[in-house]
């Protein structure tokens, strides 16, 4: 199970959660294209690696252009809907703007339909929480937590004038959630960055159990003497039990074709497995209704591949309609290591787990089938030199 835990020590916005993502390997052209399935235009986003008090953080940018619209709450729901992204995206940045709504609602005494968001309605605003939510869903998080907020106490210009921090509707946004006294006096935690977390979040407080794999810092736009403005991503998971098995969650992503030349299933195999989500491809021979033959294609992806999968599927079969779900794994723990043999190296993939009694090596097909056409030589013979190699390093 992968988790992501904000740790929040300086605080939180929406443009400091996305800078976390992308130091945290969210690629920007990656974000750049899935944004762009938002029905809006005008605008500019970039990042860049920056200093705060000696750390190297991740900076996110939009530049809005002409864009300086402020949108009520069926406005934004309707831009996110209208959008192309997947169906997971869209809810929970939906959710989020629903809870900013339901916040200054509150504040102003006023239906949330009737609220004009001010700071969070803009382009800018609009990218950070969805944008936010793209970067997730890529990173394939199964849970996320994030620490206990910091309690600044500031003056913010706001749009009804200045008020003491945290602001309105940021203490609304986290009611019920644990938070201590900062001793800063600058605005720590934005509406944006609150409503994120707030929706986001399984739990906020302790740090949850994780094996860490990387670790992001997102950046804010204060450069602070002696205190570094940024906000820590910390990416893990708690997969690994005592006897060594391993547990992720995967998707598994199926269709049945009964009207497709058997030529074109090897073009569509290599499509799929081209994709670098794809974990595995594989063809099930079925009779279809009225008996005719076909096929089920059978498409096993992480969790952040089931566009790319899909949009595959409908690009390069004659599929009509795709089915997906997601399903729990469970894995032997496996090391890869490089075989030297004479037939030159080989990628071999290790289980040793005493504990369960198993020990075990699996050559990789492609490098061993490469290694026969080049030599001249049987698949088997690279096999049996692979495993003699293994036995001698014993």
Same mark, same amino acid.
């Given at each position: 199970?992968?988790?992501?835990?904000?740790?929040?020590?300086?605080?939180?916005s929406?443009?400091?959660?996305?800078?976390?993502?992308?130091?945290?390997?969210?690629k920007?052209e990656?974000l750049r294209?899935?944004?762009?399935?938002?029905?809006?235009?005008?605008?500019?986003i970039?990042?860049?690696?920056v200093?705060?008090?000696?750390?190297?953080?991740?900076?996110?940018?939009?530049?809005?252009?002409?864009?300086?619209?402020e949108?009520?709450l069926?406005?934004?729901?309707?831009i996110?809907?209208?959008s192309?992204?997947?169906?997971?995206?869209?809810?929970?940045?939906?959710?989020?703007?629903?809870?900013?709504?339901?916040?200054?609602?509150k504040?102003?005494?006023?239906?949330?339909?009737?609220?004009?968001f001010?700071?969070?309605?803009?382009?800018?605003?609009?990218v950070?929480i969805?944008?936010?939510i793209?970067?997730?869903d890529?990173l394939?998080?199964?849970?996320?937590?994030?620490?206990?907020?910091?309690?600044?106490?500031?003056?913010?210009?706001?749009e009804h004038g200045r008020?003491?921090?945290p602001?309105?509707?940021?203490l609304?946004?986290?009611?019920?959630?644990?938070?201590y006294? @900062?001793e800063? #006096?600058?605005?720590l935690?934005?509406?944006?960055?609150?409503? $994120?977390? +707030? %929706? /986001? &979040?399984k739990?906020?407080?302790?740090?949850p159990?994780?094996?860490?794999?990387?670790?992001?810092?997102?950046?804010?736009?204060r450069?602070?003497d002696?205190?570094p403005?940024?906000?820590?991503a910390i990416?893990?998971?708690?997969?690994?039990?005592?006897?060594g098995?391993?547990?992720?969650?995967?998707?598994?992503?199926?269709?049945?074709i009964?009207?497709?030349?058997?030529?074109?299933?090897?073009?569509?195999f290599?499509k799929?497995?081209?994709?670098?989500e794809?974990?595995?491809? @594989?063809?099930? #021979?079925?009779?279809?209704?009225?008996?005719?033959?076909?096929? $089920?294609? +059978? %498409? /096993? &992806?992480?969790k952040?591949g089931?566009?790319?999968?899909t949009?595959?599927?409908?690009?390069?079969?004659?599929t009509?309609?795709?089915?997906?779900?997601?399903a729990?794994?469970f894995?032997?723990?496996?090391?890869?290591?490089?075989?030297?043999?004479?037939?030159?190296?080989?990628?071999v993939k290790?289980?040793?787990?005493?504990?369960?009694?198993?020990?075990?090596?699996?050559?990789?097909?492609?490098?061993?089938?490469?290694a026969?056409?080049?030599?001249?030589v049987?698949?088997?013979?690279?096999?049996?030199?692979?495993?003699?190699?293994?036995?001698?390093?014993k």
């Amino acid at each position: 199970m992968k988790r992501l835990y904000f740790d929040c020590f300086s605080g939180a916005s929406g443009d400091m959660i996305l800078g976390s993502l992308i130091h945290l390997g969210v690629k920007l052209e990656t974000l750049r294209s899935e944004l762009s399935k938002l029905p809006v235009r005008g605008y500019k986003i970039s990042a860049k690696f920056v200093d705060r008090s000696g750390i190297k953080a991740c900076k996110f940018n939009v530049t809005p252009g002409k864009d300086k619209t402020e949108r009520k709450l069926k406005e934004i729901r309707s831009i996110i809907q209208r959008s192309k992204l997947n169906d997971k995206v869209k809810k929970t940045a939906i959710l989020i703007f629903e809870k900013l709504a339901e916040a200054e609602a509150k504040i102003h005494g006023v239906k949330p339909e009737d609220i004009h968001f001010h700071e969070v309605g803009g382009i800018d605003s609009i990218v950070d929480i969805v944008g936010s939510i793209i970067g997730i869903d890529f990173l394939g998080i199964d849970e996320i937590y994030s620490s206990a907020i910091p309690f600044s106490r500031s003056l913010i210009k706001m749009e009804h004038g200045r008020y003491p921090g945290p602001s309105p509707a940021v203490l609304e946004l986290l009611r019920g959630v644990e938070m201590y006294e @900062s001793e800063r #006096n600058e605005e720590l935690v934005t509406p944006s960055g609150a409503a $994120i977390l +707030k %929706v /986001i &979040s399984k739990g906020i407080g302790s740090f949850p159990r994780m094996r860490i794999s990387k670790i992001g810092y997102g950046a804010g736009t204060r450069n602070l003497d002696g205190y570094p403005n940024v906000l820590r991503a910390i990416l893990g998971d708690d997969n690994i039990d005592s006897e060594g098995i391993e547990r992720d969650t995967v998707v598994v992503i199926e269709t049945n074709i009964d009207d497709m030349s058997p030529e074109a299933f090897d073009n569509l195999f290599d499509k799929l497995l081209l994709l670098e989500e794809v974990l595995d491809v @594989s063809i099930i #021979n079925a009779v279809m209704k009225r008996g005719r033959p076909g096929h $089920i294609v +059978k %498409v /096993i &992806s992480k969790k952040s591949g089931v566009q790319r999968v899909t949009e595959t599927l409908f690009k390069e079969s004659t599929t009509l309609g795709i089915r997906y779900f997601e399903a729990n794994r469970f894995k032997l723990r496996r090391k890869e290591q490089i075989i030297s043999t004479r037939y030159g190296d080989i990628m071999v993939k290790i289980v040793n787990e005493p504990e369960l009694g198993i020990k075990r090596a699996k050559s990789e097909y492609q490098d061993c089938k490469s290694a026969a056409n080049r030599h001249k030589v049987t698949l088997k013979e690279i096999y049996d030199e692979v495993n003699r190699v293994i036995d001698r390093e014993k």
